[in-house]
Nanobody
Framework: QVQLVESGGALVQAGGSLRLSCAAS????????MGWFRQAPGKEREFVAA????????YYADSVKGRFTISGDNAKNTVYLQMNSLKPEDTAVYYC????????????????????WGQGTQVTVSS
């Protein structure tokens, strides 16, 4: 049984930084795609960033490029999302997703292609 546990969410001022963690267990994740998505109140869950552990390829939504960095630690089965220069519009619940499917670039950004999800962690950015 795959389990994903997010942590690191907090209240932070605009311009600040946070690092989210997603600890994965239950499988060997070396061939998985791991993604971060977020959902603001009244909005759809949207793609933020993803990483393919097998080749360490990374993908980002345009809204976070240059500010957020996704990375993974295979030894710890943990994926991180370093968020810098945070803006009030980054306020959302951030979810970690995982899938063993071999996804292309476009499908990596679509939440329906992910099989497993964590419970989410709240990020609030004050202006």
């Amino acid at each position: 049984q795959v389990q994903l546990v997010e942590s690191g969410g907090a209240l932070v001022q605009a311009g600040g930084s946070l690092r989210l963690s997603c600890a994965a267990s239950g499988r060997t994740f070396s061939s998985y795609v791991m993604g971060w998505f977020r959902q603001a109140p009244g909005k759809e869950r949207e793609f933020v960033a993803a990483i393919k552990w097998s080749g360490a390829s990374t993908y980002y939504a345009d809204s976070v490029k240059g500010r957020f960095t996704i990375s993974g630690d295979n030894a710890k089965n943990t994926v991180y999302l370093q968020m810098n220069s945070l803006k009030p519009e980054d306020t959302a619940v951030y979810y970690c997703g995982a899938t063993s499917k071999k996804l292309g670039v476009v499908l990596t950004t679509i939440r329906e292609w992910y099989d497993y999800w964590g419970q989410g962690t709240q990020v609030t950015v004050s202006s």
